[in-house]
């Protein structure tokens, strides 16, 4: 299946600092991916949808200033944790749309491996 | 919006029974339904998925079935195997934005 990396796995950081996690779909172009974040034993939460090209578009509730999308490619997306604080400490976890030319691989989702952030 | 529902959240089988996970949606819009598994610390995996065109979908011991009248959709595991054990979350989506379910801890005894 179609494989998407993201980087890196885990990552601490202190608090006031930044941090980036990168999104990237290997074999597939994705004009749109998306960014969840996941707290331990519940379910994943969609933070924003990254459109390549344009402004993302984040859920209600979603600091846009503090979670910075950028995606500036049809195969990579960013999402930057700005001034992080220990509350912003959480697995996240993008996903890629593999938008292929048959009626089978069209709005297939797939998953990166997620990125845990500490903040401390 | 959609919401989507996931029943039972912990579901606990014998090696080789069958395991069955259900989920309802409330957006009839919705046109797609991916069912992934989760392993512990690791990101979801997609295991299955159907589109609303069809009703019902199996890959080996996998089979997923959608009632768009009901607006409901499940998930069949048979003959399952500790291997199987994790967390399964269903999601619904329309245009590619997937809102999941709460997610059935799946164990599987030896």
């Known amino acids: 299946g179609a494989v998407v990396s993201q980087h890196p796995s885990r990552v601490i950081c202190k608090s006031g600092t930044s941090v980036k996690i990168e999104c990237r779909s290997l074999d597939f172009q994705a004009t749109t991916m998306f960014w969840y974040r996941q707290f331990p034993k519940q379910s994943l939460m969609l933070m924003a949808t990254?459109?390549?090209?344009?402004?993302?578009?984040?859920e209600q509730g979603v600091e846009k200033d503090k979670f910075l999308i950028n995606h500036a490619s049809l195969t990579l997306s960013t999402l930057t944790v700005t001034s992080a604080h220990p509350e912003d400490s959480s697995f996240y976890i993008c996903s890629a749309r593999d938008q292929g030319p048959g009626p089978s691989s069209g709005n297939t989702i797939y998953f990166g491996e997620g990125s845990w952030l500490t903040v401390v | 919006g959609e919401n989507v529902e996931q029943h039972p959240s912990t579901l606990s089988v014998q090696e080789g029974d069958s395991a069955v996970i259900k989920c309802t949606y409330s957006d009839s819009a919705s046109n797609y339904f991916p069912w992934y598994k989760q392993e512990l610390g690791k990101g979801p995996q997609l295991i299955i998925d159907?589109?609303?065109?069809?009703g019902e979908k199996k890959d080996q011991r996998i089979a997923v079935t959608l009632n768009k009248t009901a607006k409901h959709f499940s998930l069949h595991i048979t003959e399952t195997q500790p291997e199987d054990s994790a967390v399964y979350f269903c999601a619904a989506s329309k245009g590619g934005k997937l809102i999941f379910g709460q997610g059935t801890e799946l164990s599987v005894k030896p």
């Open positions: 990254s459109n390549e090209g344009s402004k993302a578009t984040y």
């Open positions: 159907i589109r609303s065109n069809v």
